[in-house]
């Protein structure tokens, strides 16, 4: 069964009477620049906002003044705005691809930019393929450059110190939501765009760099980590381009992340 979030229903007869969406280098660079600010900003306001109504709540519940911020409510505020940062700026980068792109598009068009589709059932090579990379990269890290004790893992460390509802809803996030956010963002919006302009080797080249710098701050202390994201960007962008579609990248990026989030459980549930 194709998956119809990354193609074009036309028929044949149809196709040549239909432009397909221009956006161009520039453009795309301003779509993903936009992402980031606007995700930013709503991390910002979610916190802000959440922070400051829960110690209002603790300040009514002591009497007139105002109690600190209960721990338990606090580590909610962190998830929400990354949730509700994420989702906001992927709707407004939606939103400026189709408005952008010449001739502006439709939700139809916006899969045009995105690729083609794939086919459901033939999904499960590139999930494994995610799998084994995500074993591989543990067993790497428990039995050859094991990590220093301090290494930062922040969303990690903020999923396993939570209550079960908590880490259940980082889970989803990570397995779910960050990887087709990303997908559709760079091997989606970002790579047609430069594909365009450059053509699809720099545009993976360029795709791949920025994945890597985005990710930088959370792995740049352990290199086996940036060789880990390195190896998920390259190999996300070549399937994209001989695919043509994004639908293997995200069973890839998908399966990795959730055998690191199941090791993450286990690890926790065993110490």
Sequence with gaps: MPIPVLC????????????????????????????????????????????????????????????????????????????????????????????LAVPSSDAKGFRELLGKSYDFRNL??????????????????????????????????????????????WALMLIGLFPVVEEVLLRGVLFTGLSQSWGPGMAGLMTTMIFVGVHMPKVLEYWPAVLAVSLIGSLTVLLRIRTESLAPGIALHSTYNGVLVTVAFLTQTTS
């Excluded at 990269?137 to 110190?161: H, K, N, R, W």
Aim: glycine share 12%; hydrophobic share 50%.
């Design 8 to 99: 074009s229903d036309d028929s044949p007869s149809q196709a040549p009477t239909r432009l397909k969406p221009w956006l161009g280098a520039w453009l795309a660079f301003l779509i993903v620049g936009c992402f980031y600010v606007v995700q930013a900003l709503g991390i910002f306001m979610v916190s802000a906002v959440g922070g400051a109504v829960v110690t209002l709540a603790e300040g009514i519940d002591v009497g007139t003044q105002l109690g600190p911020v209960s721990p338990y409510k606090e580590i909610w505020l962190l998830p929400l705005s990354l949730c509700v940062g994420t989702m906001g700026a992927m709707v407004v980068s939606i939103h400026l691809a189709n408005r």
């Design 124 to 169: 499960w090579a590139f999930g494994l393929l995610g799998l084994t990379l995500g074993f591989g990269f543990v067993a790497f890290t428990e039995y050859g450059v094991l990590p220093p004790d301090d290494l930062p893992q922040p969303l990690f460390d903020a999923m396993i110190s939570g209550p079960f509802s908590l880490q259940v809803w």
